[in-house]
């Protein structure tokens, strides 16, 4: 017998519950108790599309606290739609509040089809998934991509130095930064490590990613202690 209640979510955005009262055999919407929740809670102003992005924690037993996840987005087609600026400018990321701004880092290239772009979650729980959400469509939005902020220790090698808060050179006769890669020339490698972090990173486990562009005459040796 009623009352009923009625809860449906429309546009990803709100949900609307509904109490239902019968009139002549006629089911109504009581105004005066129809209540209207925002799904996501909070949301940033001035970014009219969002998404819900959905990371999947399930096969883990493990709680991931700081961790960086890979997010591939096809930009070229939001660009194209006139939804996203020409320079992913207006991308942010949120936690599950849809309110508190997480650092990101756009590896690969904006207006491709699969845009790479890492993202720091702050805790992902174990056996379960996670919900953060995307943002895009504000024009006067500008980057906020970071690797500093997202990873650990990072460096792009862009600009035109060698950044001496992170890396120490030894024994090296030369180098420059071309196009993202630090170019080294040295004499003898056998003399001892050539390039060093500043300071030892700390981490008990991590992941390196890096990128090497080596000649044939050249031998690498990357050691983690």
């Known amino acids: 017998?009623?009352?009923?209640?009625?809860?449906?979510?429309?546009?990803?955005?709100?949900?609307?519950?509904?109490?239902?009262?019968?009139?002549?055999?006629?089911?109504?919407?009581?105004?005066?108790?129809?209540?209207?929740t925002p799904v996501g809670r909070e949301r940033l102003t001035d970014f009219k599309y969002r998404k819900l992005v959905t990371i999947n924690n399930t096969s883990n037993s493990n709680n991931l606290i700081d961790y960086q996840v890979l997010i591939s987005l096809d930009t070229q087609s939001l660009i194209s739609a006139g939804k996203m600026k020409s320079d992913c400018g207006d991308i942010r990321f949120t936690?599950?509040?849809?309110?508190?701004?997480?650092?990101?880092?756009?590896?690969?290239?904006?207006?491709?089809?699969?845009?790479?772009?890492?993202?720091?979650?702050?805790?992902?729980?174990?056996?379960?998934?996670?919900?953060?959400?995307?943002?895009?469509?504000?024009?006067?939005?500008?980057?906020?991509?970071?690797?500093?902020?997202?990873?650990?220790?990072?460096?792009d090698f862009n600009g035109t130095s060698l950044d001496t808060n992170k890396w120490n050179l030894t024994g090296v006769t030369g180098y420059s930064l071309e196009a993202g890669y630090l170019k080294i020339?040295?004499?003898?490698?056998?003399?001892?490590?050539?390039?060093?972090?500043?300071?030892?990173?700390?981490?008990?486990s991590f992941i390196m990613e890096y990128a090497i562009n080596n000649s044939t005459d050249a031998r690498i040796n990357i050691y983690c202690s």
Do not use: H, M
Not at 185 to 200: A, E, H, R, V
């Open 1 to 36: 017998s009623p009352p009923y209640y009625y809860s449906y979510v429309t546009g990803g955005s709100y949900e609307i519950t509904a109490l239902l009262e019968k009139t002549n055999k006629e089911y109504l919407i009581s105004t005066s108790k129809t209540r209207l």
């Open 95 to 155: 936690d599950s509040d849809g309110s508190t701004q997480l650092n990101y880092w756009i590896e690969s290239g904006c207006n491709l089809t699969s845009t790479r772009i890492w993202v720091k979650v702050p805790s992902i729980p174990a056996n379960s998934n996670k919900t953060i959400y995307l943002y895009y469509g504000n024009p006067n939005a500008t980057s906020l991509s970071n690797g500093d902020n997202t990873f650990d220790f990072f460096d």
């Open 185 to 204: 020339t040295y004499n003898d490698i056998s003399g001892g490590n050539l390039l060093t972090t500043k300071n030892p990173l700390g981490l008990n």
